[in-house]
């Protein structure tokens, strides 16, 4: 269960959030949006400990987050974001790079796991052997949508994921976190195919 407490959080004197709650139920999908510059991103950041909150609180199975436990509370979250960078080198080794982390190695995917999400989302297992940097935008993101689903975390922060995908991917995309995972997701998009899913959760953040 997530819980946001009467947060406010304010950038150069500009009030972004005032008196927000929010409470997640473990599982719950929930669709953010609202005005660009609303603070959508900033709910994200406040979960990964990005953006500390002038007031309140945020909770989550409840820890709060605060610089003592943000490291715990950081290894249950996946976030992917509009653009995935993984740094430089062929997309195998950064895979494996990021599972040699003490915290990853006990969800070590095999070879044959990664095959079938590549398949999964359309990409082809061959661009396991290219360099990152020369995937395509959609390309990279799927590989970060793959990530995110390896490293079986426990709530999914998703900022834009689907923004560089087409039709079709874009569909598989937003099946497979709204309706296929058991777990808590939060999504930002503007892509409606998120909002028009059955059993989601809008949270409208409106105008400014
Ligand atoms: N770390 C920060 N320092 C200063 N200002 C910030 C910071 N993070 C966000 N802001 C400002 O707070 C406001 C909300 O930002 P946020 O990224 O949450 O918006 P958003 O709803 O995600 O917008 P978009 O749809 O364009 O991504 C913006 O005006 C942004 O410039
Ligand atoms: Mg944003």
């Known amino acids: 269960m997530i819980r946001y407490e009467n947060i406010a959080v304010t950038f150069d004197g500009r009030s972004i959030l005032r008196n927000f709650d929010l409470t997640i139920r473990t599982g719950e999908k929930v669709i953010i949006r609202g005005k660009s510059g609303r603070g959508k991103t900033t709910l994200l950041n406040l979960l990964l400990g990005f953006v500390r909150p002038d007031e309140g609180q ?62 999964q989302f359309d990409l082809d297992p061959d661009k396991l052997d290219k360099d990152f940097g020369d995937l395509s935008g959609g390309e990279k993101q799927r590989v970060g949508i793959i990530l995110a689903i390896l490293l079986k975390r426990k709530v999914y922060l998703l900022d834009e994921v689907t923004s560089a995908l087409d039709k079709t991917l874009k569909e598989k995309v937003i099946r497979y976190f709204l309706s296929d995972c058991p777990e808590t997701v939060i999504a930002i998009s503007h892509d409606k195919g998120w909002e028009t899913a059955g059993g989601v959760r809008i949270i409208d953040l409106g105008e400014l």
């Open 58 to 119: 945020v909770i989550l199975d409840g820890i709060k987050i605060t610089p003592e436990t943000i490291w715990s509370v950081r290894t249950r979250l996946a976030f992917v974001g509009q653009s995935v960078d993984l740094g430089k080198g062929k997309v195998r080794e950064l895979l494996e790079q990021i599972f040699d982390y003490d915290v990853n190695r006990p969800h070590k995917p095999t070879e044959s796991g990664i095959h079938r999400l590549f398949e």
